[in-house]
């Protein structure tokens, strides 16, 4: 367990960039002194800050005139593709953490080597202050063209279960609850990268990591799944290095969320090295990568759903699927099985690419949205024994529950989506969608009776005014009618964020 220390003081969102200037994240007087905008945690590492940076001393400064401005020249690249692909590794290491949570357990494979720096002299700058003209270069950039070719023998084909169509079933919307009432907001802790409290690059090598996906595999332990993540060749800002996961699982058993989230463990497949549990083939315009998009436990079974991201697109916030899929792990989340027929194919714009999955009562519900970041919310359930059989499957359809029409699937919420988490809170009876509207910049909250609707006006969680360039918003199952807990992913930092908001 690692003992937790730093926060940003409870304040509205509103003034959290001006609370983290004036206060740091508690750090201690050594990082007051050289930067109180950077978080500092236990061991004296320092941070990242998701929050809007603070003015600097004597005005804005320009940023400065890079020496090369590349133009990127695509040209094809032809890319033999085995089909099947390779025998997926399934090899697990247990974990062998030292009691004292700032010892390093792999120095040898975390720690950086400092390379010799050049002397400043006679190659150095000139110091004169003339402006500086760039120069233009051509960057070619292969772009892919996978070409598929004969393969090994794959995985061993699932038997495809029994068509089984539930019968359509009218249904009805409940009324309307007001708009969710939220007051404070605030950063509750730094859970991934560099300076966190879980020291997450030292322990697993996942220096640079977003989402956060949280759900109860048993009573007092959840799991949480990270999408693409990157080990100590990240560098900040966005998504890139060598050592790339598409998806890593951390477990937890910390139940005060108030001073962050201990992550006690995560699978690994080498020594301090987090495991990637749903492949990828990680070939462009293919199969780029996997990326889970909501969690959940039926008896002893996890289930991810997730999705298989083709291509990401030139337009930032967008990115293309092959499909929407649903994997299951029978030993707590160490491995996994991709079901070969539990998917949706993105055929012309499928709304169930992007998928948030909520177990309750007799049946699992299954909120989702198309590829990329334009599309809107659409609503569908499937008997608990049923979840791998996609004919099982009923869509809300204009007050209908209609079996194999996921394309007729009625949007529940007005407006466009993307990130999507629901919880069914026990406490209050209500259901709670937290989601990002892009158009917006902000993550909001909305509640309702039933997973139908009508759903409420949506509230602000996160707004990208306070912080820039926010993503994700994942909710916390052990939250409260009276304390939200989700995470918050930030694209420069790239790494994941407790927040907590306060419920009136």
Known sequence: MVEKSWSVAGAPLCVAAVVAATIG???????????????????GETGFNPAKEPPTPGGPLLPPIPPTIAIPIPYPDFVPVPVPGPTVDQTRVAQDLPADP????????????????????????SGSSALHIPKIEIDPRPETIPIPVPGGPGPAPQPAPPVQINPAERGSLTEA????????????SQLTGHGSDNRTDKRWQV???????????????????????F?????????????????????????DLSDGMTIDSMVQDSRCHAAEIIDSRHIPNFETTTIPTSGFTIGNRQFLSYMSVKRWSVVPGMWYTNYGGIAYSDDNGQTW?????????????????VSAMVPHGDYVYMFGTPNGRIGTIGLARVPVDQVLNTTSYQYWSNGTWTPVSEHLATPIVGGVASELSVRYDTGTGTWLMSYLEPIGGRIILRQSSSPQGVWSGG??????TDYPKAYGGFIHPWSTGKDLYFTMSEWDSYNVY???????
Do not use: Y
Not at 118 to 125: A, F, K, L, N, Q
Not at 177 to 188: F, I, K, N, W
Not at 498 to 504: E, Q, V
């Open 459 to 464: 509230a602000t969680l996160v707004d990208t």
């Open 177 to 188: 609850l007001g708009t969710p009432a939220v007051g404070d907001v605030r950063l509750v």
């Open 207 to 229: 220096d640079g990591t977003d989402l956060g996906i949280i759900w109860e595999t048993k009573p007092g332990e959840v799991a949480i799944a990270f999408g693409d993540t």
């Open 337 to 353: 099985t991709k079901d070969q027929h539990a998917k949706w194919h993105n055929i012309f714009g499928a709304r169930f690419q």
């Open 231 to 255: 080990g100590k060749d990240w560098n900040p800002p966005g998504a890139f290095g060598e050592d790339w996961r598409s998806n890593v699982l951390g477990h937890s058993t910390d139940t």
């Open 102 to 125: 700032c010892a390093d357990p792999c120095p040898d494979l975390t720690d950086e080597i400092e390379e010799p720096q050049p002397e400043v002299g006679s190659s150095g700058s």
């Open 498 to 504: 407790l927040m907590h908001a306060s419920l009136r």
């Open 25 to 43: 994240f508690s750090a201690g007087p050594a990082a007051a002194e050289t930067n109180s905008w950077l978080p500092v945690n236990i061991c």
